[in-house]
Protein backbone atom coordinates (compact mmCIF):
# COMPACT_ATOMS: atom_id res chain seq x y z
CA UNK A 1 0.00 0.00 0.00
CA UNK A 2 1.06 3.71 -0.57
CA UNK A 3 1.48 5.13 2.89
CA UNK A 4 4.45 6.40 5.53
CA UNK A 5 4.79 3.41 8.29
CA UNK A 6 5.51 3.99 11.53
CA UNK A 7 5.97 1.32 14.62
CA UNK A 8 7.24 0.93 18.19
CA UNK A 9 8.88 -1.05 19.98
CA UNK A 10 10.85 -1.76 23.68
CA UNK A 11 14.43 -0.28 23.59
CA UNK A 12 15.57 -2.63 26.68
CA UNK A 13 13.04 -2.93 29.99
CA UNK A 14 13.55 0.62 30.66
CA UNK A 15 13.03 2.11 27.15
CA UNK A 16 10.32 2.79 23.97
CA UNK A 17 11.57 3.24 20.55
CA UNK A 18 9.41 4.69 18.39
CA UNK A 19 10.05 4.90 14.14
CA UNK A 20 9.07 6.55 10.92
CA UNK A 21 9.99 6.42 7.79
CA UNK A 22 8.46 7.86 4.43
CA UNK A 23 9.14 5.59 1.70
CA UNK A 24 11.05 7.75 -1.47
CA UNK A 25 8.19 8.58 -3.53
CA UNK A 26 4.86 7.31 -4.17
CA UNK A 27 2.81 3.70 -5.05
CA UNK A 28 3.70 0.68 -4.21
CA UNK A 29 7.64 0.67 -4.21
CA UNK A 30 7.30 3.68 -1.42
CA UNK A 31 5.22 1.62 0.60
CA UNK A 32 7.16 -1.45 0.17
CA UNK A 33 10.39 0.92 1.55
CA UNK A 34 8.47 2.02 4.12
CA UNK A 35 7.11 -1.65 5.18
CA UNK A 36 10.92 -3.12 4.88
CA UNK A 37 11.83 -0.53 7.15
CA UNK A 38 9.14 -1.35 9.99
CA UNK A 39 10.29 -5.00 9.43
CA UNK A 40 13.81 -4.03 10.46
CA UNK A 41 13.03 -1.95 13.18
CA UNK A 42 11.11 -4.83 14.51
CA UNK A 43 13.95 -7.05 13.67
CA UNK A 44 16.85 -5.24 14.83
CA UNK A 45 18.42 -6.48 18.49
CA UNK A 46 19.72 -2.52 18.19
CA UNK A 47 18.93 -0.30 21.19
CA UNK A 48 20.07 2.94 20.44
CA UNK A 49 18.95 5.03 16.97
CA UNK A 50 22.16 5.42 15.41
CA UNK A 51 22.52 1.59 15.65
CA UNK A 52 18.84 1.36 14.57
CA UNK A 53 19.00 3.65 11.01
CA UNK A 54 22.05 1.39 10.59
CA UNK A 55 20.22 -1.55 10.10
CA UNK A 56 16.95 -0.02 8.02
CA UNK A 57 19.86 1.45 5.85
CA UNK A 58 21.07 -2.30 5.12
CA UNK A 59 17.35 -3.56 4.94
CA UNK A 60 16.53 -0.66 2.65
CA UNK A 61 19.50 -1.24 -0.22
CA UNK A 62 18.41 -1.87 -3.77
CA UNK A 63 15.38 0.29 -3.28
CA UNK A 64 13.52 2.88 -3.02
CA UNK A 65 15.15 3.77 0.31
CA UNK A 66 13.30 6.45 2.40
CA UNK A 67 13.39 9.45 5.23
CA UNK A 68 13.90 7.71 8.79
CA UNK A 69 13.74 8.85 12.13
CA UNK A 70 14.10 6.65 15.33
CA UNK A 71 13.80 8.31 18.76
CA UNK A 72 14.24 6.43 22.36
CA UNK A 73 12.58 7.63 24.91
CA UNK A 74 13.32 6.89 28.11
CA UNK A 75 10.71 7.40 30.59
CA UNK A 76 12.69 6.79 34.06
CA UNK A 77 14.94 9.24 33.24
CA UNK A 78 13.02 11.19 31.44
CA UNK A 79 15.83 11.50 28.37
CA UNK A 80 15.36 11.27 24.52
CA UNK A 81 17.78 9.53 22.15
CA UNK A 82 17.17 11.13 18.84
CA UNK A 83 18.47 10.36 14.93
CA UNK A 84 17.05 10.72 11.45
CA UNK A 85 17.79 11.34 7.99
CA UNK A 86 15.42 12.78 5.47
CA UNK A 87 12.48 15.54 5.61
CA UNK A 88 10.69 13.49 8.79
CA UNK A 89 10.05 16.13 11.06
CA UNK A 90 10.53 15.13 14.78
CA UNK A 91 9.30 17.64 17.83
CA UNK A 92 9.27 17.59 21.29
CA UNK A 93 6.10 19.70 22.56
CA UNK A 94 5.75 20.97 26.05
CA UNK A 95 2.16 20.70 27.18
CA UNK A 96 3.09 23.55 30.15
CA UNK A 97 3.87 25.83 27.40
CA UNK A 98 2.63 24.78 24.31
CA UNK A 99 6.13 25.30 22.95
CA UNK A 100 7.73 22.81 20.35
CA UNK A 101 11.49 22.27 19.99
CA UNK A 102 12.46 20.38 16.62
CA UNK A 103 15.23 17.76 16.36
CA UNK A 104 16.88 17.76 13.34
CA UNK A 105 17.04 15.35 10.49
CA UNK A 106 20.38 14.98 8.33
CA UNK A 107 19.90 15.22 5.01
CA UNK A 108 20.22 12.12 3.24
CA UNK A 109 18.62 9.06 2.10
CA UNK A 110 18.57 5.83 4.09
CA UNK A 111 19.88 2.82 2.17
CA UNK A 112 21.30 5.01 -0.77
CA UNK A 113 23.05 8.15 0.25
CA UNK A 114 23.69 7.80 4.65
CA UNK A 115 25.25 10.39 6.22
CA UNK A 116 27.26 9.97 9.27
CA UNK A 117 25.15 9.45 12.02
CA UNK A 118 24.47 11.49 15.01
CA UNK A 119 22.47 11.21 17.98
CA UNK A 120 21.06 14.20 19.66
CA UNK A 121 20.03 13.50 23.37
CA UNK A 122 17.85 15.89 25.65
CA UNK A 123 15.56 16.22 28.97
CA UNK A 124 11.93 15.77 28.05
CA UNK A 125 9.81 18.19 30.18
CA UNK A 126 7.22 16.38 32.60
CA UNK A 127 4.36 14.90 30.54
CA UNK A 128 5.32 16.16 27.25
CA UNK A 129 4.53 13.97 23.83
CA UNK A 130 7.02 13.60 21.23
CA UNK A 131 5.69 14.01 17.47
CA UNK A 132 6.94 12.75 14.36
CA UNK A 133 5.28 13.56 10.95
CA UNK A 134 6.58 12.65 7.15
CA UNK A 135 6.30 15.71 4.85
CA UNK A 136 2.61 14.80 4.41
CA UNK A 137 1.88 17.51 7.27
CA UNK A 138 2.56 21.06 7.06
CA UNK A 139 5.00 21.98 9.97
CA UNK A 140 3.32 25.13 10.16
CA UNK A 141 0.76 23.94 12.94
CA UNK A 142 0.90 24.68 16.68
CA UNK A 143 -0.27 22.50 19.48
CA UNK A 144 -1.95 25.87 21.02
CA UNK A 145 -3.87 26.32 18.14
CA UNK A 146 -5.38 22.72 18.63
CA UNK A 147 -7.59 22.99 22.00
CA UNK A 148 -6.92 19.86 24.01
CA UNK A 149 -4.74 18.49 21.51
CA UNK A 150 -2.01 17.42 24.22
CA UNK A 151 -5.19 16.08 27.05
CA UNK A 152 -6.08 13.24 24.02
CA UNK A 153 -4.85 9.74 23.63
CA UNK A 154 -1.90 9.17 20.95
CA UNK A 155 -4.09 8.07 18.42
CA UNK A 156 -6.66 10.59 19.07
CA UNK A 157 -3.89 13.35 18.56
CA UNK A 158 -2.20 12.01 15.66
CA UNK A 159 -5.49 11.80 14.01
CA UNK A 160 -6.36 15.97 15.11
CA UNK A 161 -2.78 17.18 13.91
CA UNK A 162 -3.48 14.87 10.66
CA UNK A 163 -6.79 16.73 10.06
CA UNK A 164 -5.40 20.27 11.25
CA UNK A 165 -1.91 20.22 9.14
CA UNK A 166 -2.34 17.20 6.48
CA UNK A 167 -1.51 18.02 2.99
CA UNK A 168 -4.03 16.86 0.62
CA UNK A 169 -1.40 16.01 -2.34
CA UNK A 170 0.58 14.02 -0.21
CA UNK A 171 0.62 10.87 1.83
CA UNK A 172 1.34 11.78 5.41
CA UNK A 173 2.42 9.72 8.46
CA UNK A 174 2.26 10.77 11.90
CA UNK A 175 3.00 9.42 15.44
CA UNK A 176 2.46 10.58 18.95
CA UNK A 177 4.39 9.11 21.77
CA UNK A 178 3.47 10.82 24.82
CA UNK A 179 3.88 9.89 28.60
CA UNK A 180 4.55 10.90 32.16
CA UNK A 181 8.05 10.91 31.97
Known amino acids: PE ?3 GAAGHGGPDALLVLLCDGLGHGPLAGRAAQAAVTAFRDTRAEQ ?3 IIGEIHKALRGGRGGAVAVVRVEPEAGT ?6 G ?3 TYVVDPATGTRRSLPSAPGIVGHQLPTLRTVRQQLPRNSAV ?4 DGLTERWRAE ?3 G ?3 RTPLVAAAQLLREAGVRRDDAGVVVAKGPW
Open 3 to 5: RDR
Open 87 to 89: NVS
Open 49 to 51: PEA
Open 131 to 134: IMHS
Open 145 to 147: AMP
Open 149 to 151: FLE
Open 80 to 85: LAFCGV
